[in-house]
């Protein structure tokens, strides 16, 4: 790297005016190799040395705000080294040499990683230097294989298999036995709950109990709260009541290492995790860490800086062709989407990845990360557009870069590859009917339906913002260390306010908070007689659920459907074609206790798979209908089958229950159980 770093600074001082590493009277071109070469030397021991000492000092930085100090950082150490270069001739203004060191780090941090790729033993040399220098401080790893369980957000089984066969995704093909290889991996599709969201799915995996989790946001009526899934305080609240219903900390517990996810599964080591991001910095807050051991190495920062104005620049390349092009459906995609898109595809992508690797290089147990960048792009662009197919091979490579880490770390491990749901695709409810599902239930109830309903898109519900953006918005606010609340999202309805509409993708919630209980569908038609009539009937409306005093749950559809809980299988009436998974996901969540008042369940085609999102989002998830209910579980054939021939794999909870089972196969953390739980698992 020194070589290459001394190379570079002499093609620079050749280029830029301002940048000279000779006297004004010119020297030999041996004297100038020499001051090329100790300046290099200078800057990479500064950088070596200096760098980690100013992260370290630099921790009450935003994470992100710490990304761009970077360039600055690293220009002053250039500065530095030419002012103690032994020879005295180099000199550089301050902008040239932002711009020189920045270019040095870059193609150091190049030259290495094509090196590693070329050369085998030359990466297994800086992977083996990497695994002794974080093992120094470590106790020495346990015998027994070590489990990597990798999150790739939003990816449905069909979207997987689909870019298996298109060549997108090399590396998920060989562990599957393209091309007449032996098979290193087992595909299993498995069904979410009623909410295919994260917050739901995630909560169920890492923590064993997603209960009284209907959607991705709701109004709770005791504490007049509305809980948000990817809120810090309402993740936090909501893995407290988790460990509360399971009586254990979670599938990480032991030696476990959670990374860029919302819910921390028990694990000693967290980053990026959100349900810790609003405690006080500690030796228990580590949720922006995994940032600033990322960015301690100066070349990792600037390769990420430089990849994510590219990707902002793809971002608006692409939007701006669809928009040309009139594509449909199609959602806007301006203001800070395109670094929001870049934040999640690029910064997040290599920081949870370098977190991930570490913590295989340290040989811990069991290790759990989220990549969100698939999710955040199909929202927007469509889950089987070209943009998250080109999403989809960049998450292939980083499944290969760790793969190959784990070919270096001091113990076998297990890769484990799953989603926690898929997406749907189909335009938004408002892009079809001129209104929302808000002013839809304000136009059921007398109230007045303001003019702007039928011309503008509903970014707002009924109280306050409503984001299309989810995991990827919320991880952009911790690393900015924002407030933990946006305006409007932390809101307690008073007794006396308008209904509260929620929206989660194709699933919607309406409440009254002035009822401090579940109205029934009696109480309902009392007050307002048109509301369930006018939701029931709209077009674009699949079906609802509401309490009733004489049947205890109901699901209402067109034309006077009306079905009790106890008699749907799904086969019939308003469930019709939802699939038959879908009776028993809508009788779990009547049990909840913060259900809301009115669950609406929008429009869905089982022929071309569409839906209907109550948000800005052309491909949604939160509810019933298609491929957003139906994510995967990719697990090594060393492995037991996560369920029998034959069976079904449903629900969150029972995919905890699958990956502990692994666990205990391999000896690794025992997560404390009930005999009737060991029974059950």
């Not at 710490?66 to 030419?82: E, I, K, P, R, T």
């Not at 033993?121 to 002794?132: F, G, K, P």
């Not at 690029?346 to 290790?367: H, I, K, N, Q, W």
Request: aromatic share 6%.
């Amino acid at each position: 790297m020194w070589a290459v770093s001394t190379v570079t600074m002499l093609v620079l001082a050749g280029l830029l005016p301002d940048f000279q590493l000779q006297s004004p009277d010119g020297d030999s071109a041996t004297r100038i190799a020499m001051t090329a070469a100790l300046g290099a030397g200078a800057f990479g021991v500064l950088s070596a040395v200096v760098w980690p000492l100013l992260v370290r000092l630099l921790l009450l930085v935003p994470a992100l705000v710490l990304g761009l100090l970077v360039f600055f950082l690293n220009g002053s150490l250039l500065l530095v080294a030419l002012r103690i270069n032994p020879s005295g001739q180099s000199e550089a203004a301050p902008e040239t040499a932002v711009i020189v060191a920045a270019v040095m780090s870059a193609v150091a941090s190049a030259t290495g990683g094509a090196l590693a790729v070329r050369d085998d033993d030359a990466y297994r040399h800086r992977l083996s230097r990497l695994a002794i220098r974080r093992r120094r401080s470590q106790p020495p790893c346990r015998a027994t294989p070590g489990t990597v369980f990798l999150q790739l957000d939003g990816v449905g089984h069909d979207v997987l298999t689909a870019a298996v066969a298109k060549g997108l995704m090399p590396t998920v093909a060989g562990w599957l036995g393209a091309g007449g290889a032996q098979p290193t991996h087992r595909l299993t599709p498995w069904r979410t709950d009623w909410s295919s969201q994260t917050g739901a799915s995630q909560l169920g995996i890492l923590h064993g109990s997603n209960f009284d989790v209907p959607a991705f946001r709701w109004y709770e009526k005791d504490s007049r709260e509305v809980m948000v899934c990817n809120r810090p305080t309402s993740a936090a609240e909501l893995q407290r009541r988790a460990v509360e219903r399971t009586a254990d900390g979670g599938l990480l517990s032991l030696d476990g290492a959670s990374r860029g996810n919302l819910f921390g599964g028990g694990a000693d080591e967290q980053a990026l995790v959100l349900s810790i991001a609003t405690r006080r910095r500690g030796r228990e807050n580590r949720s922006r860490a995994g940032y600033f051991a990322y960015f301690a190495d100066p070349a990792n920062a600037v390769r990420t800086a430089l990849s994510f104005f590219a990707e902002v620049g793809r971002e608006i390349g692409q939007s701006t062709a669809a928009r040309l092009r009139r594509q449909r459906p199609r959602v806007k995609r301006g203001g800070l989407y395109p670094f929001v898109r870049a934040f999640a595809t690029v910064v997040e992508r290599d920081v949870v990845v370098a977190a991930v690797m570490g913590d295989l290089l340290v040989g811990r147990t069991a290790v759990y990360a989220d990549l969100v960048a698939y999710d955040e792009v199909a929202h927007h662009s469509g889950p089987h557009s070209r943009d998250a197919d080109k999403v989809l091979q960049r998450l292939d490579r980083a499944l290969a870069l760790i793969e190959k880490a784990a070919e270096h770390a001091p113990r076998q491990y297990r890769i484990v590859v799953l989603s926690d749901h898929g997406q749907s695709p189909g335009e938004t409810f408002h892009t079809r009917y001129g209104l929302g599902l808000g002013d839809l239930v304000r136009a059921g109830c007398g109230l007045h339906v303001p003019r702007r309903a039928m011309g503008v898109p509903p970014r707002v519900k009924q109280w306050g913002s409503t984001h299309s953006g989810t995991e990827a918005r919320a991880a952009v606010r911790a690393a900015l260390r924002r407030p933990v609340e946006e305006r409007g999202e932390k809101h307690r309805p008073t007794r006396h306010s308008e209904p509260v509409v929620l929206a989660s993708g194709n699933l919607g919630l309406v409440s009254f908070p002035d009822v401090p209980h579940r109205m029934t569908r009696e109480e309902l038609d009392a007050r307002h007689p048109a509301l369930l009539t006018t939701l029931a009937n709209h077009p674009g409306i699949g079906f609802l659920l509401v309490r009733s005093e004489e049947h205890g749950g109901v699901v209402l559809g067109a034309y006077g459907a009306e079905i009790p809980l106890d008699r749907l299988d799904g086969h019939a009436g308003p469930l019709a074609g939802f699939g038959a998974g879908a009776a028993g996901a809508v009788r779990r969540t009547h049990s909840f206790p913060h259900t809301a008042d009115i669950m609406v369940n929008s429009w869905y085609d089982p022929e071309s798979g569409e839906v209907l999102a109550f948000e800005e989002q052309i491909g949604s998830h939160g509810g019933l209908g298609g491929a957003q209910g139906r994510p995967f579980l990719l697990s090594p054939v060393c492995v037991s089958e996560p369920v029998a021939e034959g069976e079904e794999l449903v629900g969150a909870e029972a995919v905890h229950g699958v990956l502990r089972r692994w666990l205990r196969e391999a000896d690794g953390p025992q997560v404390p159980l009930s005999a009737e739980g060991e029974r059950a698992a």
